[in-house]
């Protein structure tokens, strides 16, 4: 089971099934401001709809072909991190998160990051790890930045948001730098 410690505050943890429910209302609780950047707030209506990503993760993890973690703050869920997919092939993570609106502003993400990116380097022996910004999601690409990834460029028109395509910032870190960056 993937479980981290990141600090005496936080941890991450695989989401279970029994956290449809407190998921949910987190998730309710923010849909305005997670609708601007995330496309699958409209097709969650209900804990039923969170149980059924939770078990779509779960299945992906049984796979070994990514996960999703809780970021738990003193056990209560603030946010989500994870591989949305793992191509092994090319030994390639690609990253996706949220936080809840009040816990912005705090490194919280930042910080959630740099555990799982340790893990993705160290434990699972990824080489290369993509995150993938809406190039108007300033928020979301002050990670990667802060994190040392490199801005490999734009795509034009890369997802649909719900009425409007947004491009795409690609960010990338392969594993020597991180490696060289921790030594230096
Ligand atoms: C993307 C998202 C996670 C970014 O949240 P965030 O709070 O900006 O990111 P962090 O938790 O890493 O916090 C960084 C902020 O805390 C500040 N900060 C405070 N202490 C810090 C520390 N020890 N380390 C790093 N940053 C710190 C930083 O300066 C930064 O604030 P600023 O942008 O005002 O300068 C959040 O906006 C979100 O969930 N948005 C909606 C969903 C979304 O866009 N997901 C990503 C799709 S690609």
Same mark, same amino acid.
């Given at each position: 089971?993937?479980? !981290?410690?990141?600090? %005496?505050?936080? +941890?991450?943890?695989?989401?279970?099934?029994?956290?449809? %429910? +407190?998921?949910?209302?987190?998730? #309710?609780?923010? $849909?305005?401001?997670? /609708?601007?950047?995330?496309?699958?707030? %409209?097709?969650? #209506?209900?804990?039923?709809?969170?149980?059924?990503? *939770?078990?779509?993760?779960?299945?992906?993890?049984?796979?070994? =072909?990514?996960?999703?973690?809780?970021? !738990?703050?003193?056990?209560? @869920?603030?946010?989500?991190?994870?591989? #949305? =997919?793992?191509?092994?092939?090319?030994? *390639?993570?690609?990253?996706?998160?949220?936080?809840?609106?009040?816990?912005?502003? =705090?490194?919280?993400?930042?910080?959630? !990051?740099?555990?799982?990116?340790? &893990?993705?380097?160290?434990?699972?022996?990824? #080489?290369?790890?993509?995150?993938? !910004?809406?190039?108007?999601?300033?928020?979301?690409?002050? @990670?990667? =930045? /802060?994190?040392?990834?490199?801005? +490999?460029?734009?795509?034009?028109?890369?997802?649909?948001? &719900?009425?409007?395509?947004?491009?795409?910032? *690609?960010?990338?870190?392969?594993?020597?730098?991180?490696?060289? $960056?921790?030594?230096?």
């Amino acid at each position: 089971m993937f479980s !981290c410690r990141v600090n %005496d505050r936080y +941890e991450l943890r695989l989401l279970q099934a029994s956290d449809s %429910d +407190e998921l949910f209302v987190l998730t #309710n609780a923010n $849909r305005s401001y997670l /609708r601007t950047w995330l496309p699958w707030l %409209d097709s969650t #209506n209900s804990a039923s709809d969170t149980k059924n990503f *939770i078990h779509s993760t779960l299945e992906q993890f049984a796979k070994n =072909q990514g996960f999703v973690a809780a970021i !738990c703050e003193k056990k209560s @869920i603030i946010g989500v991190i994870g591989f #949305n =997919q793992i191509d092994w092939q090319n030994r *390639i993570g690609y990253l996706g998160y949220w936080l809840a609106e009040a816990y912005q502003g =705090q490194g919280i993400m930042t910080i959630s !990051c740099r555990v799982v990116i340790d &893990y993705a380097f160290t434990t699972l022996n990824l #080489n290369r790890l993509v995150i993938f !910004c809406a190039s108007e999601n300033k928020r979301s690409q002050g @990670i990667p =930045q /802060r994190l040392g990834f490199n801005h +490999e460029g734009t795509m034009c028109e890369a997802e649909w948001l &719900y009425d409007h395509f947004v491009d795409h910032e *690609i960010y990338a870190l392969v594993r020597r730098d991180w490696n060289s $960056r921790d030594t230096k």
